[in-house]
């Protein structure tokens, strides 16, 4: 056991604070009106995705028909909405019962006593059948207590997509489990395929949620880590150089151009639109690339992430549900929660819009379910693999201070995993040297090793 550190580290809360009095943030509100919930109603803050839209539209049709339960619904861009339940979570406003978390916020969430526990509902509930939810996807969103703190709307790891047509022409064959060192061959050789058409589509846009985490799951294959198990700052490490510098090579040479500029969002519309021959990113673009508008449906296969040293590397995340410790209307926003994760509304949303925009990756049935089979079939097997596969507690070659696969599980990484990705995105884009990026990010995350030594 580790004693305590002689410093206290900074807490979301602490941060969360800093905010307070800042101008409220812009963005779409459907009826919470500024004051929390009551009666009938439960008040909902989520993030602006797709599938939360869908659920939107659907729920006064169906679930306040069938509940007398009305939802108020505030829907934010996705760093807004994180700035915003921060702040009313961690102030236990009791504004907004449920809210959009990630695995990542969750366990932290939890220690801070900002989250009302939802295992004993999951357990009560008998329509709900907590059991079918994916072990990885339970795990992730547990407190460090052993208690269930959120449920997951959708789940999803990364792996890689290639274009099986333009593979197949320049006589090329996609190893059923590459490693990175063949899929930067492979790119070396599909650059240029088709006019305009780049090898590879890798994320170079800084956000610790965008560069940083398909690059730290690199980096865990390579044998590298943020920090070592006695809380060390690793980022000058051979380990974490050699990966980053891969990375950075790789996509200088055989990437997307603006590559320091490309996010997810962009290298979904490269691929889609022919500019790229491969991609390695979230399970979740599957959806989009096999839509019926899509102009590159049938055309792309999809293999697990590449690896180097490790049997896996793809990451896991989850958009779930998190119940405010102070809600005023906790049983019913459980009826909420228990709905929109439910079975019955996967099948709503797979017969009125198709079941490739079924929210999944949480429920094993989902992936027993013929007709979801039938329209997923290209990537529904690779994606649960990846998924159940995914290893957030021991994703490396060494043992780690904090779980998580592409991001550390602590408060102050939101900020480090930021500062660290305009250092990396600078190098993509040319004006730094790798060793010039890593040597500043080693002293960002040497402040942080200060702040946990010896815990």
């Not at 069938?66 to 504004?95: C, H, M, W, Y």
């Not at 293999?303 to 049983?331: F, H, I, M």
């Not at 080693?442 to 030594?453: M, R």
């Amino acid at each position: 056991m580790r004693t305590p550190s002689r410093r206290r580290p900074r807490t979301l809360a602490a941060a969360a604070a800093g905010t307070l009095l800042a101008p409220l943030l812009a963005g779409c509100w459907t009826g919470a009106g500024g004051t929390g919930s009551g009666g009938d109603s439960i008040n909902v803050l989520m993030v602006n995705n797709p599938q939360m839209v869908e659920l939107r539209k659907l729920t006064a049709a169906h679930f306040t028909k069938e509940t007398g339960i009305k939802v108020n619904f505030t829907v934010l861009p996705e760093n807004d909405v994180r700035d915003k339940i921060s702040q009313d979570f961690a102030n236990q406003a009791g504004q907004y019962d449920v809210a959009t978390l990630s695995n990542y916020e969750i366990p932290i969430y939890a220690r801070n006593g900002w989250l009302h526990e939802v295992g004993s509902y999951a357990r009560e509930d008998r329509t709900y059948d907590e059991k079918d939810i994916l072990p990885p996807m339970r795990q992730s969103l547990t407190g460090a207590d052993g208690k269930l703190y959120g449920q997951p709307f959708y789940g999803e790891s990364s792996f890689l997509m290639y274009r099986k047509d333009v593979f197949e022409k320049a006589g090329l064959t996609m190893p059923e489990k590459p490693t990175w060192q063949q899929v930067a061959k492979l790119a070396a050789r599909v650059d240029g395929a088709k006019p305009g058409m780049k090898g590879i589509c890798l994320r170079g846009l800084p956000g610790w949620g965008e560069v940083m985490a398909p690059l730290t799951t690199v980096v865990n294959t390579f044998g590298g880590t943020w920090f070592d198990k006695d809380w060390k700052a690793r980022l000058d490490s051979p380990e974490f150089e050699k990966a980053t510098r891969f990375y950075v090579d790789l996509v200088r040479e055989h990437g997307e151009s603006g590559a320091a500029q490309s996010g997810y969002a962009e290298c979904l519309n490269n691929l889609t639109q022919g500019k790229t021959a491969m991609w390695y990113d979230a399970t979740a673009a599957a959806g989009s690339l096999e839509s019926a508008k899509s102009p590159v449906k049938g055309r792309i296969g999809y293999v697990p992430a590449p690896v180097v040293r490790t049997a896996s590397s793809g990451w896991l995340y989850t958009w779930a549900w998190g119940l405010q410790k102070a809600s005023r209307n906790p049983d019913k926003a459980w009826k909420f929660i228990s709905w929109a994760s439910g079975k019955e509304y996967e099948k709503l949303v797979g017969e009125k819009t198709g079941w490739s925009n079924v929210p999944a990756g949480k429920r094993a049935s989902t992936y027993a379910n013929p007709a979801y089979r039938e329209e997923a079939a290209a990537f529904q097997d690779v994606t649960r693999a990846a998924i159940e596969g995914a290893r957030p507690r021991d994703p490396g070659v060494q043992p780690r201070p904090a779980p998580g696969i592409q991001f550390v599980g602590i408060p102050e990484f939101t900020d480090l995993g930021t500062k660290v990705s305009q250092e990396i995105s600078a190098a993509i884009a040319g004006r730094q040297s790798v060793d010039a990026a890593l040597r500043k990010s080693q002293q960002l995350a040497e402040k942080i090793s200060e702040e946990y030594e010896g815990r």
